[in-house]
């Protein structure tokens, strides 16, 4: 089994490589730079989390074209990835539990089972960008959807926070798709918030839940190492139950019911 991990995982090396190059094209086509300026070996770097972006190395920038401007970033990668000791088998399914053929694109659905309508949903990306917006009601026994995704020419994941707002308790869903998944794992979380919500809070709440490791009765959160996971959080008067998987893209399938008393 491990075996054939490493090679699902070098495949995966072959195609993240190449989308890696191509989206550093695009970035580096959009800088300009003085004729005859070179820029020497560094390593890829954001003002935000250098630990989000591609894990290669710049070798070299170099500019060189009669009469244009062209750059060209080459990368180092492994082709034959290897084990480090310990744990072979988990360490090979959280190289390969992903598609990298997709944008780092999250897919939610959320369905309503209680007889509470939850509306006006917040929205925090800490990276990435909505590509379809979830609706602004979430009426009972309804069923929505949303999608987000990674911004294009970015060395960034996909992560945020989305939180609908109830009468007295608020459902809130954390998602953070890496862009690198050698450096980071996917990871989904539950919480249930209380309290008047404020849009420039939501940051505060999205990093409070992917630090904090002690346990919380409000929060719940997965950090997924195989192609499937659950969730569940029982607080105040909601029980609420998520799916979570990536299988070509990461997806969240979340059920919100009333709690059994």
Known sequence: MVTQLLEVSKKNVGMNKTKILS???NVASSLPLAPGSALGTETCSSPRDPEELCSGEVEELTISSPGGLYQEVKFKFSEDPKLPAGDEEECSLEDTVVDIRGSRTVGIQITNRTGVTFKDPMLCCRSGQAQVRPPP???PNSTVHCSFTKT???FQGTAGLLAYQGPDEHLALLFSVPFSYTLHRIQFALAVLRGPLAQDGLEQVFDGIMEKEAPDPKVVKC???TPQGALELKDGSLSIRATVSNVHVAKMDVVVETKAT
């Open 137 to 139: 009601v979430l009426p």
């Open 223 to 225: 950090i997924l190492q």
């Open 152 to 154: 294009s020419s970015s």
């Open 23 to 25: 989206e550093v094209k």
